[in-house]
C-alpha cells in the first residue's frame, strides 16, 4: 500500500467531504455535524466535543483511505469512478447501518424507543439520519462520493 | 374582584402587557395571558418563529393559559429575566414560570445544553386550575406553516429552513388543523408540576433536553446566573430597582457573542396605533454608543462595555472612514428595508417592515457617539493599538470634510436634510473628544486641522444654532422650532448645564414640548415626511431629568424623574414611546435607549445628590458662606 498516498489522499479527502459538510449545515441542506457527534462521545463540553471530534473525524478518514487504499490495490487500478463507488456504498453503509445503531454506540445519544435520559440527550439519528435534516442522505452521499472519488483519482497503486 | 381577562379577550393585547424573556442571542415576548407572541431564532433579526405580535391570526403564537376568567399578577424572579405570571381563577390558582435558559461557562462544560430553549413551567398553587395550550408555530414571519411531527418520547418535531424546532411537553398535546398545530388541556391541583420545553437547534445531533427535576436544575442555574449577573451593579442608589431591572432589560438585549446592542427585540411596534411609524429596531445604532457605554462602566459592567467596544471598532470598520447610522449584530452595514405585506401589523397597523432604511441616510452626529464612546474606554484604563488610533484619526477627517452638510439628523426625518444643530454639536464632540485624547497622549491625529475645524463648528452653533429671539438653540440653524435632542448638549459637554444659554433653553423645550414630565421629540407640526402623530419620547423625558439636573434643580429633576418611573409596566419595561393621554407603551418594546436614558439620569441625579450633601457638609477648609 502506498502510505504517503494513503497520508496524503485520505487528508485531503476528508478536508473536501467535512468542508461540503459544513457548507451543507450552513446553507440549511442538513444539520449534520459529524465532529460534534464523534466529539460528545468523550464530553459534554460543546466547544470541546468540536475541537475533539475534528480529529477523531480526521482519523476516521485515514483509517478509511487505507481501506479504499486495499481495495484499490487488491483490484490493480484506481479511478475517480471506482473510489466514487466505494464512496457511495461507504456512505450507504453510514446512513443505513452504521447510523440507526449509533446510539447503542453513543454514551450520550438517547433513543427513538426510550427518549431522554438524564445522561442521553442527544438525538438519534434515525433511519439514514433523517432526524437530522431530510437533505441529509443527499449530502451525505455527494460528501462520501466525492472522497472516495479524490482518493481513486490521486492514489497511485504500489 | 374576578375577572380581569379571560381566554377570549381582546386579541392584540397593549404593548405594555408584554414581558421580555431572552438568552442573550434572542429575546421573545410574553404577553399577561401567557402567549408567546413573538420570537425570533436563532437571533433578534432572523425570522420569526411566533409573530401574534403583528399578526394575531397568521403569526403564530405559544399559548400556556387557564382556560375560562382569570386573572394576573406578574413579576420578574428579583434581579432575574425570568418571569413569573400568577394566574387567579375561581377554582384556583397556579403560576406560570416563563424563560429562556442560560448558563454559565462552567455549566455549559458540565452538561450538554440544547443551543436555545424556551422553557416554561407550570406549578399549582391552590385547588386546581384548568389550562389550555396551544402550540402553532408559522416560521419566516408566518409565510411558513410546518408540517409537525409527533415522535412520542422526542417530542413535537418540526423542520424549519433547515433548522429543528422541537416541543416536549409533560400535558399530552395533540396534533390539530392537518398537523400544523398542537393543542393540550391539562388540571393543574395544588403542588403539582407541569414542564414545556421548545428547543431550537442548528446542528445535530440535537440536545433533547429532559423535563421534570432536570428542567427544574435549568431553570435554578438560569435564575442564578442572572442573579450573579444583576448583583454586581455598582449603583447603590435610591432607584436601585430600576436601574437594576433597566440593566437586566439591556443584557437581554445584548447580542452575546459580538457584544452588539439591538435597540430593540422587536419590529413594527407602532409609534401610533394604525398609524404607519413602524420599524424594524433589531440592529444596532451607533447613536446609542456613548450612553451606553456610560452606562455599562458605571455601572460595574466592564466586560459588557468592552466587548460593545469591541463591537463598535469591528462593525465601524467596514464603512471606514465613513460611518453608517446602524448595523446588523456582526456588523452587517446592508440592512435594506422591506415590508411584509401578509402580516395586518399590530393591532392594524401596517405597513410591518423589516431591514432599516435609516440605514442609507446621513446622520453626523454618529461620529460624536462613536468618538465620544471611545473615551470612556480610555477612561476606564483602555488603551488603543495604532490601528484604531489611524480610524479614529480617519472618522475626524471625515467630520471636518463633511460637518457643513445637511443631514437627516438624530431623529431619521424622511424629509430631507437639514443643518441640524444636534448633528453640527456631535460634530464638534468628536473633534474636540479627540484633541483631547491627543493631549493625553493616547492618539497621534491631525490636532492642528481638529482645533480649527472645531472652533468654526463652535463658532456656527452658536451663531446660527441659538436664537435669541425665542431664547433657545434650535432644532436647525437659524431655526425657530426646538427639539429635545438638545436636551444632551450639557450631557456631552458642549455647554455647562447651568450656562443661561443652556437653562433657558431647557426651559423653553419644557414649555414646547413637555407634557405632565413626559418629553415629545419636537413639536407636533414639524414635516417629517411621515403622517403625524406619536406619544412622547421615553429617552427624551430622561434626558430632561438629566439637562435640568445639571442646570442645578436637582430637587425638580428628583421630582420629575419619580414621576417617570411610573410609566414602566408591571415588570418594570419602558418602550420607546409613551402616550401621555393614556400612559400607554408605544413603539418597539422594550426600547433600550429608553432603559439607558434611566439608568443614567439615576446616575446623573446620584452623583448631584452626593455633591448636594457634600456642599451641605460644613467643611473646615470652604467657609459655609461661600457656598450660597
Known amino acids: 500500500m502506498n502510505k504517503r498516498g494513503v497520508s496524503l489522499w485520505g487528508f485531503v479527502g476528508t478536508v473536501v467531504l467535512t468542508t461540503l459538510m459544513a457548507g451543507s449545515q450552513g446553507l440549511g441542506l442538513s444539520r449534520i455535524n459529524f465532529p460534534f457527534m464523534l466529539g460528545t462521545m468523550f464530553t459534554p463540553n460543546r466547544d470541546r466535543a468540536k475541537l475533539i471530534g475534528f480529529g477523531v473525524h480526521f482519523l476516521n478518514g485515514w483509517i478509511f483511505a487505507s481501506v479504499y487504499a486495499a481495495a484499490f490495490e487488491s483490484w490493480r487500478r484506481a479511478t475517480w469512478w471506482l473510489g466514487g463507488a466505494i464512496g457511495l456504498v461507504h456512505a450507504l453503509y453510514v446512513l443505513v447501518a452504521a447510523m440507526p445503531a449509533l446510539p447503542a454506540m453513543h454514551p450520550r445519544m438517547a433513543s427513538e424507543q426510550d427518549g431522554p435520559t438524564p445522561t442521553k440527550q442527544l438525538e438519534p439519528p434515525g433511519f439514514m439520519a433523517l432526524n437530522y435534516g431530510r437533505r441529509t442522505p443527499i449530502t451525505v452521499i455527494v460528501a462520501h462520493l466525492l472522497y472516495g472519488a479524490i482518493l481513486g483519482t490521486f492514489y497511485r497503486l504500489k | ?628
Open chain 2, 1 to 628: 374582584m374576578l375577572p380581569d381577562r379571560t381566554s377570549e379577550s381582546a386579541i392584540y393585547p397593549p404593548i405594555d402587557h408584554y414581558a421580555l424573556i431572552g438568552d442573550c442571542r434572542s429575546a421573545g415576548l410574553v404577553s399577561r395571558d401567557g402567549s408567546l407572541d413573538w420570537l425570533c431564532l436563532p437571533r433578534f433579526d432572523s425570522p420569526s418563529i411566533f409573530a401574534a405580535v403583528l399578526d394575531a391570526e397568521t403569526g403564530g403564537r405559544y399559548l400556556v393559559r387557564p382556560i375560562g376568567e382569570f386573572r394576573t399578577e406578574r413579576r420578574y424572579l428579583a434581579n432575574t429575566n425570568v418571569l413569573e405570571t400568577v394566574f387567579r381563577t375561581p377554582t384556583g390558582a397556579c403560576v406560570l414560570r416563563d424563560l429562556m435558559s442560560v448558563s454559565s461557562e462552567e455549566d455549559k462544560r458540565a452538561y450538554l445544553t440544547p443551543e436555545h430553549e424556551v422553557l416554561r413551567q407550570l406549578e399549582g398553587l391552590e385547588g386546581e386550575v384548568e389550562i389550555e395550550i396551544l402550540y402553532d408555530p408559522r416560521p419566516d414571519y408566518g409565510r411558513v406553516r410546518p408540517l409537525l411531527e409527533q415522535r412520542g418520547p422526542l417530542g413535537l418535531r418540526c423542520e424549519v429552513d433547515g433548522t429543528s424546532l422541537t416541543l416536549h411537553s409533560e400535558v399530552p398535546l395533540e396534533l390539530t388543523d392537518g398537523d400544523r398545530s398542537a393543542s393540550g388541556t391539562a388540571r393543574i391541583r395544588s403542588g403539582e408540576e407541569a414542564y414545556l420545553s421548545l428547543t431550537y437547534s442548528m446542528e445535530a445531533p440535537a440536545v433533547v433536553p429532559l423535563l421534570g427535576e432536570a428542567a427544574r436544575g435549568r431553570i435554578e442555574r438560569t435564575v442564578r446566573w442572572w442573579r450573579e449577573w444583576a448583583n454586581r451593579c455598582a449603583y447603590e442608589g435610591p432607584y436601585r430597582d430600576a436601574v437594576v431591572r433597566s440593566a437586566l432589560a439591556l443584557k437581554l438585549m445584548t447580542y452575546a457573542p459580538s457584544g452588539a446592542l439591538v435597540a430593540a427585540p422587536t419590529t413594527s411596534l407602532p409609534e401610533t396605533i394604525g398609524g404607519v411609524r413602524n420599524w424594524d429596531y433589531r440592529y444596532c445604532w451607533l447613536r446609542d454608543a456613548s450612553f451606553t457605554l456610560r452606562a455599562l462602566y458605571a455601572l460595574g459592567y466592564r466586560e459588557e462595555a468592552e466587548a460593545y467596544i469591541g463591537w463598535l471598532l469591528h462593525a465601524t470598520r467596514l464603512t471606514w472612514p465613513e460611518l453608517q447610522v446602524l448595523y446588523d449584530i456582526f456588523g452587517e452595514a446592508k440592512l435594506p428595508e422591506r415590508e411584509l405585506p401578509h402580516l395586518e401589523g399590530y393591532a392594524g397597523s401596517r405597513p410591518v417592515r423589516i431591514g432599516n432604511d435609516a440605514q442609507g441616510q446621513l446622520q453626523l452626529d454618529v461620529y460624536g457617539e462613536v468618538i465620544n464612546g471611545t473615551t470612556r474606554f480610555l477612561d476606564r484604563g483602555g488603551r488603543f493599538d495604532r490601528d484604531t488610533s489611524r480610524m479614529l484619526d480617519g472618522l475626524g477627517r471625515t467630520v471636518c470634510r463633511r460637518w457643513r452638510e445637511p443631514d437627516e439628523g438624530i431623529w431619521e426625518g424622511r424629509s430631507g436634510r437639514f443643518h441640524n444643530t444636534h448633528s453640527k454639536v456631535l460634530c464638534w464632540v468628536a473633534l474636540d473628544r479627540l484633541i483631547e485624547m491627543h493631549e493625553a497622549g493616547y492618539l497621534e491625529v491631525s490636532v492642528d486641522l481638529f482645533r480649527k475645524e472645531r472652533d468654526e463648528i463652535r463658532k456656527e452653533i452658536e451663531a446660527r444654532g441659538y436664537n435669541e429671539r425665542i431664547g433657545s438653540y434650535t432644532r436647525t440653524f437659524d431655526g425657530e422650532e426646538m427639539d429635545a435632542s438638545l436636551l444632551t448638549l450639557p450631557l456631552y459637554g458642549y455647554i455647562e448645564g447651568t450656562n443661561p444659554r443652556m437653562r433657558s433653553t431647557c426651559a423653553r423645550i419644557h414649555e414646547k414640548l413637555a407634557r405632565d414630565g413626559l418629553v415629545y421629540r419636537y413639536e407636533t407640526g414639524t414635516d417629517d415626511g411621515l403622517p403625524p402623530g406619536e406619544g412622547a419620547f421615553g429617552i427624551c423625558s430622561f434626558w430632561a431629568v438629566e439637562c435640568v439636573t445639571r442646570g442645578g434643580n436637582v430637587e425638580g429633576a428628583t421630582y420629575a424623574f419619580e414621576q417617570l418611573l411610573p410609566y414602566a409596566n408591571d415588570v418594570g419595561l419602558f418602550a420607546e414611546e409613551i402616550d401621555p393621554d393614556t400612559g400607554a407603551a408605544l413603539g418597539n418594546f422594550p426600547q433600550a435607549f429608553t432603559h439607558i436614558g434611566l439608568i443614567n439620569a439615576a446616575l446623573t441625579l446620584a452623583g448631584y445628590q452626593e455633591e448636594n450633601a457634600v456642599a451641605e457638609r460644613p467643611s473646615k477648609d470652604i467657609p459655609t458662606e461661600d457656598l450660597t
